[in-house]
């Protein structure tokens, strides 16, 4: 079983290119989450998706998009990289709908340096 | 605002005991969590804790106090591989998780 997967594991991005990280799980888990890591800050939440065929905005969606087609893919798009999106991403899921106490299990990241 | 503190930075000796301290301030609250994260690794979950209290599990334990916004992760038999930073997170009334930026925490020989 291999959790929850994340592509690619690390990249370099001219400013201005379009990027979409990957994040796939096969736990059947409903809702899914992305975050982004910066030194000597907290995990910021930047989309999330309580089951299939929804969205909802975190504390930083400015710059991302994501969609959920389906239960096991969770991709988010960055339309035009800017270098404040270097970051480290992570991608999460937990076994609830929202309204739910359910830990959450994280990917293992992708690195982002947007030059 | 929604707010999580903990120290940046802790050192401590293997074999000793370590408590990591963290407060929270956020719009409702639905429970405290604890992560742990290796440097370079994925944030894993140690520790969820709702009501008032103590909660051990194996070497690593968790404290609640609702009325003061307040916890602490005690980590007892310290060994290398806990060095790692640790995240608290507190869950508000939306169900979203507020994270701390972490403690590094430091093991000496």
């Known amino acids: 079983i291999a959790g929850i997967t994340q592509a690619p594991t690390s990249q370099i991005l001219a400013a201005g290119r379009r990027m979409t990280l990957r994040c796939t799980q096969d736990m059947r888990h409903n809702a899914m989450y992305w975050y982004r890591q910066d030194l000597g800050l907290g995990l910021r939440l930047i989309h999330y998706?309580?089951?299939?065929?929804?969205?909802g905005k975190g504390e930083v969606p400015d710059g991302y998009s994501v969609s959920r087609a389906n239960t096991d893919d969770f991709p988010l798009t960055l339309a035009s990289a800017v270098p404040s999106q270097t970051s480290v991403y992570f991608c999460?899921?937990?076994?609830?709908?929202?309204?739910?106490?359910?830990?959450?299990?994280f990917g293992p990241g992708t690195r982002l340096t947007v030059l | 605002g929604q707010n999580i503190d903990q120290p940046t930075e802790m050192t401590a000796t293997e074999g000793a005991i370590v408590q990591i301290n963290c407060t929270y301030q956020t719009s409702g609250f639905n429970g405290l969590f604890w992560y742990q994260q290796h440097a370079g690794e994925a944030p894993t979950f140690l520790s969820y804790?709702?009501l008032d209290g103590l909660e051990e599990k194996g070497r690593f334990s968790s404290f609640l106090s609702r009325s003061k916004g307040y916890s602490y992760l005690l980590l007892k038999e310290l060994q290398m591989k806990d060095s790692a930073s640790y995240l608290c997170a507190a869950m508000d009334s939306n169900y979203q998780l507020i994270w701390g930026a972490g403690t590094k925490l430091i093991i000496k020989p």
């Open positions: 999460a899921s937990s076994d609830s709908s929202g309204g739910n106490t359910d830990t959450q299990y």
């Open positions: 998706s309580n089951t299939a065929g929804t969205t």
């Open positions: 804790n709702v």
